[in-house]
């Protein structure tokens, strides 16, 4: 039986975060067991805060959580891919849609995306 | 000035790869600073193999390699995400379009998407 290979990183293992519709990679995250089994139970995506070491359900704060729509498991069993509807329509702590807006352009990183809500009105900082 | 965060993951960084056409995420791989160099370099993806403790370009033996088109960083700076040309179609080893072609059905992963190539025609194995 295939199952998820939590071993290899130590507890852990990344998960991309991809929008059900227009196919955006939104975020990468970690999850451990228990936040696997919380996204399962909630249809929230949970994951394992690794700067602060403790659990965490994406959007708590802001309202903005994940509705899970699919959930994929690439060949080696050591990466999730989740499909989900972003609620709030931005993904990033910082109000874009994307935690992925710095592109490479010419050897640096240029801001890029779309902005969907002002940090300050979302979290009051 | 952003940079790419080496140290977070003891000198590796999470890469998804993500086709530039269909959006499909393709794989997900990990770069230390040589491989990041390379793929700048050369324009093909290149990684490094956790499981080999080597580096890999993707696709030397098969010839399906990947084409870089446009690379993003994420906020925190330690997840790249690269949209490619992915060549010969397909990205996985068992010849599944995509690596994440195992998808949660009631409790289970089902082998779901794309066969391209025989991995025996490809890979002689």
Redesign the interface.
Known sequence: ???IDFE?GNGLI?V?I?DALT???L??GYMNRESWQKTQETNKVSFWS?SKGKPWVKGETSGHTQEVK????????D?L?IKVTQIGGAT???G?RS??????EEG??KI?GEKIFDPKEVYGR
Chains 1, 2 share one sequence.
């Open positions: 039986m295939i199952e290899k990344p991309i991809q196919h955006e990679v975020m990468l690794r699919d959930i994929y498991l690439d060949c080696d069993g990466t891919l990033c702590h910082t874009y935690c992925f807006h710095l592109r490479h640096e990183w890029s």
